[in-house]
């Protein structure tokens, strides 16, 4: 029999050997101050720099609540952070990110939410610190969101985040590769809530997130939760062959009438460069969900482990 552990935090780690040491030195004295059982779950997610040789390190001067999961590749922070569930003992988990952004010390507001009864706290950032197209970026596409999937929440960029046991089991019997964990927590909890947590410069290196990467981020969102793209999609193209339509017919009654147009041919040129861009939208649209499918139909395995650091578990 092995002792209970109360709390897992989940850390994926993407060549950030500048930022680990200030890490954890903030990080473990907060954790033991709470006085619980507790485990600290990294992820390297095929770093090339020395961040596995620090978690390793680190494995060593505390391996009573240090696990390393050392991938063999790179997979995406997104698979890193399902590995850490997976690997997740703690009755809470709580992910975050190894940049520093979401100051450690804000752990213990999550738990205080946990322990009001709620089963996932999501967090809000009090003062961002990104820069502007990061920030404009996240509040359209947190709208965009919204509309489409009805999911709400305030700041869905913010790692810091709380699940239960429960929401973190039925995540695990989840095989999808493109999703979006947050928003699947939320659909999964009975009784979620948000709090207010900082926000600090990166504290260094740079980020991992390009706007293309933000952008792929929130297709995955999207088609992961919603077919509301696809039918506004066919909406669209009702609307478009219906007004074609209509010009077909107003174009004959003028040739009838009239006589036939003179040139027209810049106008003709138009129309067709329109429904052609239009056509082209929806098959990208199309394949969005269909290489989706395609993805998951092969049915390889979201991510490859080469070695996992941990101490054997000894019985009580």
Known sequence: MTQLIDLSIVIPVYNEQAVLPALFERLYPVLDALALRYEIVFINDGSRDRSAALLSAQFEQ????????????????????????????????????????????????????????HDYVGSIRRQRHDSWWRHWASRAMNGLREKLTHIKMTDQGCMM???????????????????????????????????????EERFAGESKYSL????????????????????????????????????????????????????????????????????????????????????????????VIAAVLEQSEEPV
């Open 212 to 303: 293309y990467s933000l952008i792929r981020l929130n297709f995955d969102l999207m088609t992961a939760f919603s077919l509301v793209p696809l039918q506004l999609f066919s909406l669209l193209g009702m609307l478009v062959a219906g007004g074609s339509g209509l010009l077909v017919v107003l174009l004959l009654l003028r040739r009838l009438i009239i006589g036939p147009e003179v040139g027209g041919v810049f106008t003709l040129f138009a129309l067709v460069f329109l429904l052609i861009g239009i056509a082209l939208f929806g098959i990208g649209l199309l394949g969005e969900y269909i290489g989706r499918i395609y993805q998951e139909v092969r049915g390889r395995p979201r991510y």
């Open 161 to 199: 985040r709380a699940y239960s046991r429960r929401i973190i089991d039925t995540i695990n019997q989840c095989n999808e590769l493109h999703t979006f964990i947050p928003a699947l927590a939320y659909q999964f909890a009975q009784n979620p809530t948000e709090v207010v947590v900082g926000h």
């Open 62 to 117: 505390r391996p009573d609540v240090t696990r390393v999961i050392l991938f063999n590749g790179n997979f995406g922070q997104h698979r890193a952070i399902l590995a850490g569930f997976e690997y997740s003992r703690g009755q809470r988990v709580i992910t975050l990110d190894a940049d520093l952004q979401n100051p450690p010390e804000d752990i213990p507001l999550l738990l205080a939410a946990m322990e009001q009864g």
